[in-house]
C-alpha cells in the first residue's frame, strides 16, 4: 500500500456458533479489512508432530479457513455467503513450535459462482511459515442483510 491511501476500515466479524474442525484447533478470525481476512491460532501441543513442531495439515485446515473467509465476507459480515474448496496449493516455508502464527488472507479475484485467495501464516517474529493460493465455489447465494441491518 502506499502512504497516500487510507487503511482499510477494520470490520469485525461474528462468529458463527461453531466452526467446525477449525474451531476446535483454535482458529480465530478476528477482522476484514478491505479484501483481507485476519486471524490467528495459539499453538498447542496437540498442534505438534512428531518432531515437536506443528504439523503442516494444520497450517493447510488454519489457512484453507482464512481464504474461504475472504469470499465468505467479501460483501461484509452481514451478507455472509457459504463456500467450498475446489483446489488449494500449500508451501511451507518455516518452521513454529510455540507461539501464536498470525493468518492473512487477501481476495484476488472473485465471480458470482466462486472466488480465489491467497494466505499466509507468520510466526511472531515475522518468518513465513506457509502460504496458500486456493479456488473456492460458494455454495448458497448470498444471505439477505437482517432487518434494520447493514
Known amino acids: 500500500m502506499t502512504a497516500?491511501?487510507?487503511e482499510p476500515v477494520a470490520e469485525p466479524i461474528p462468529a458463527p456458533p461453531s466452526l467446525g474442525y477449525q474451531d476446535r484447533h483454535g482458529l480465530v478470525v478476528v477482522e476484514k479489512r478491505g479484501a483481507e481476512m485476519?486471524?490467528?491460532f495459539d499453538i498447542t501441543e496437540d498442534h505438534l508432530n512428531r518432531q515437536g513442531i506443528v504439523h503442516g495439515g494444520v497450517y493447510a485446515t488454519m489457512l484453507d479457513a482464512i481464504m474461504t473467509s475472504a469470499g465468505t465476507y467479501a460483501d461484509g459480515a452481514a451478507r455472509?455467503?457459504?463456500a467450498v474448496t475446489v483446489s488449494m496449493t500449500v508451501n511451507f516455508t518455516g518452521r513454529a513450535s510455540e507461539g501464536?502464527?498470525?493468518l492473512r488472507s487477501r481476495l484476488v479475484q472473485r465471480t458470482a459462482r466462486s472466488f480465489t485467495a491467497e494466505a499466509?501464516?507468520?510466526a511472531p517474529d515475522g518468518t513465513v511459515l506457509a502460504h496458500a493460493l486456493g479456488s473456492f465455489r460458494y455454495s448458497a447465494p448470498p444471505a439477505?442483510?437482517?432487518a434494520g441491518g447493514a
Open 120 to 122: 499466509q501464516a507468520t
Open 100 to 102: 501464536r502464527v498470525a
Open 4 to 6: 497516500d491511501l487510507p
Open 144 to 146: 439477505e442483510p437482517a
Open 38 to 40: 485476519i486471524g490467528h
Open 80 to 82: 455472509r455467503r457459504p
